[in-house]
């Protein structure tokens, strides 16, 4: 067996050992497993099935007691290239990863606003109503929260957090869905928190039109909050591990372009929103 076949038996047999512990997850009462304390992965029948692929929607339940999050970009000085979330992850001790935002044409640019404590990747604050915000100032904030520019004042808060993630609203301030119906689907990469506070890495790789796939979200026992729309179509991807587990999932449909469920690659993308361990420690 030469080294090229040795490798690709490997990480097939890596994605049979994932694909069956998720079947598995899907299938059970309880649609979570846990990785390690703080980090759950669930597995969720969408009950609106989509036309293509398993409806499945898979989400990373992060708590921010065990957990910080971490922007990462290609743009920034002490990084030089795309990665997909999987190698955002390995390459920089990451517990998990998924795209941060839609980007402009240069490959590298947030379409809004985005910054960390040491980086500007984009100042320009669009009319974007969500903005992820973590890292903050003052310890008596929360350490990580969607901000609804519509119900909160994000001209005081803007001050308060040192890393800044725009992008487009989902869900409103009275937990409702702000998408029209459209007909267009995309595999879909999102964020959200939930009442509890803790973060929601959410990743449909079946299609819906935005609109569905919100309230899909809405009907599922994650007691969603809020959401922000970070990536579509074969680019939308969530990475995690824990131990001796790996799961990796790929976006693929997109109307219009990629209207197909056969994506296999890893999209490199400029920007992504990862998980640390509060006590610094690698996978």
Same mark, same amino acid.
């Given at each position: 067996?030469?080294?090229?076949?040795? *490798?690709?038996?490997?990480?097939?047999?890596?994605?049979?050992?994932?694909?069956?512990?998720?079947?598995?997850?899907?299938?059970?009462?309880?649609?979570?497993?846990?990785?390690? *304390?703080?980090?759950?992965?669930?597995?969720?029948?969408? %009950?609106?099935?989509?036309?293509?692929?398993?409806?499945?929607?898979?989400?990373?339940?992060?708590?921010?007691?065990?957990?910080?999050?971490?922007?990462?970009?290609?743009?920034?000085?002490?990084?030089?290239?795309?990665?997909?979330?999987?190698?955002?992850?390995?390459? @920089?001790?990451?517990?998990?990863?998924?795209?941060?935002? /839609?980007?402009?044409?240069?490959?590298?640019?947030?379409?809004? /606003?985005?910054?960390?404590?040491?980086?500007?990747?984009?100042?320009?604050?669009?009319?974007?109503?969500?903005?992820?915000?973590?890292?903050?100032?003052? %310890?008596?904030?929360? *350490?990580?929260?969607?901000?609804?520019?519509?119900?909160?004042?994000?001209?005081?808060?803007?001050?308060?957090?040192?890393?800044?993630?725009?992008?487009?609203?989902?869900?409103?301030?009275?937990?409702?869905?702000?998408?029209?119906?459209?007909?267009?689907?995309?595999?879909?990469?999102?964020?959200?928190?939930? *009442?509890?506070?803790?973060?929601?890495?959410?990743?449909?790789?079946?299609?819906?039109?935005?609109?569905?796939?919100?309230?899909?979200?809405?009907? /599922?026992?994650?007691?969603?909050? @809020?959401?922000?729309?970070?990536?579509?179509?074969?680019?939308?991807?969530?990475?995690?591990?824990?131990?001796?587990?790996?799961?990796?999932?790929?976006?693929?449909?997109?109307?219009?372009?990629?209207?197909?469920?056969?994506?296999?690659?890893?999209? %490199?993308?400029?920007?992504?929103?990862?998980?640390?361990?509060? @006590?610094?420690?690698? %996978?």
């Amino acid at each position: 067996m030469t080294p090229r076949h040795f *490798k690709f038996s490997v990480l097939l047999a890596l994605v049979l050992a994932v694909a069956a512990v998720v079947e598995l997850q899907a299938d059970a009462k309880d649609p979570w497993l846990q990785l390690e *304390k703080g980090l759950e992965l669930g597995t969720f029948v969408a %009950p609106q099935p989509s036309e293509v692929g398993d409806s499945l929607v898979h989400i990373l339940r992060i708590d921010p007691g065990y957990f910080e999050l971490r922007l990462l970009n290609a743009s920034a000085p002490d990084q030089s290239r795309r990665q997909s979330a999987r190698e955002w992850a390995l390459n @920089n001790g990451l517990a998990a990863a998924i795209n941060a935002s /839609l980007y402009q044409a240069d490959n590298r640019t947030s379409a809004s /606003l985005m910054r960390t404590r040491d980086h500007v990747n984009n100042r320009r604050l669009s009319k974007d109503k969500t903005i992820l915000a973590f890292d903050p100032l003052d %310890p008596s904030l929360p *350490k990580v929260q969607i901000i609804d520019r519509e119900c909160q004042d994000f001209d005081a808060l803007n001050k308060k957090y040192q890393t800044l993630v725009q992008s487009i609203r989902m869900v409103s301030c009275d937990g409702q869905n702000v998408w029209a119906p459209q007909s267009k689907k995309w595999s879909v990469a999102a964020i959200g928190m939930d *009442k509890r506070g803790r973060v929601l890495f959410i990743h449909s790789r079946s299609p819906h039109s935005t609109h569905d796939l919100i309230d899909i979200l809405l009907q /599922l026992s994650i007691d969603l909050r @809020n959401a922000m729309y970070v990536e579509g179509g074969p680019v939308a991807q969530l990475y995690a591990r824990s131990g001796d587990k790996e799961f990796e999932f790929l976006g693929s449909y997109s109307t219009g372009s990629n209207e197909n469920d056969n994506n296999a690659i890893s999209w %490199p993308v400029p920007n992504v929103v990862g998980v640390v361990r509060v @006590n610094g420690k690698k %996978p």
